[in-house]
């Protein structure tokens, strides 16, 4: 079934997908500074929380606590920043970043601070998969 949605394609350049869950598509940041999950609702036109369905606010909100438990799990965060600004990519995405005191941009906010370290794919992949193993199939 075409339900119309598309990811917008610089969430697509700056993130790769490491999973599927009942509402949304879980992506990886592609900058290794931050250990930082993104999802986004399938859902075509969305832009703000507050234009999904209930069903869908109430899901959304479901999956921000797993993939927030199972971040702070693998990462052993200091603070978790979870948020969803939407003011340079318009569609309804949510941003779900592991902080520690000793990152490059604490306790400032990650947006606007230096440029962007690339993952070796290795390490990408091994935190990737600790993610997805703490996940439900």
């Known amino acids: 079934m075409d339900t ?5 394609e610089r969430l697509a350049a700056d993130s790769v997908a490491i999973g599927r869950l009942p509402l949304s598509d879980l992506l990886l940041a592609r900058d290794a500074r931050f250990p930082w999950l993104i999802l986004v609702p399938r859902r075509p036109d969305m832009a703000e929380i507050i234009d999904l369905a209930p069903e869908d606010r109430a ?8 993939v927030s438990e199972a971040l702070r799990t693998v990462t052993g ?4 920043n979870v948020a969803a600004l939407g003011n340079m990519v318009r569609q309804l995405h949510v941003h779900v970043i592991a902080r520690f005191t000793t990152d490059p941009a604490w306790p400032g906010p990650i947006w606007g601070r230096g440029e962007a370290v ?3 794919p290795g390490v990408r992949d091994k ?3 600790r993610i997805r193993d703490l996940l439900p199939d």
């Open 4 to 8: 119309g949605f598309t990811l917008d």
């Open 59 to 66: 899901a959304l909100l479901d999956e921000i606590v797993l």
């Open 77 to 80: 965060c200091d603070k978790l």
């Open 118 to 120: 690339a993952y070796e």
């Open 127 to 129: 935190l990737a998969g």
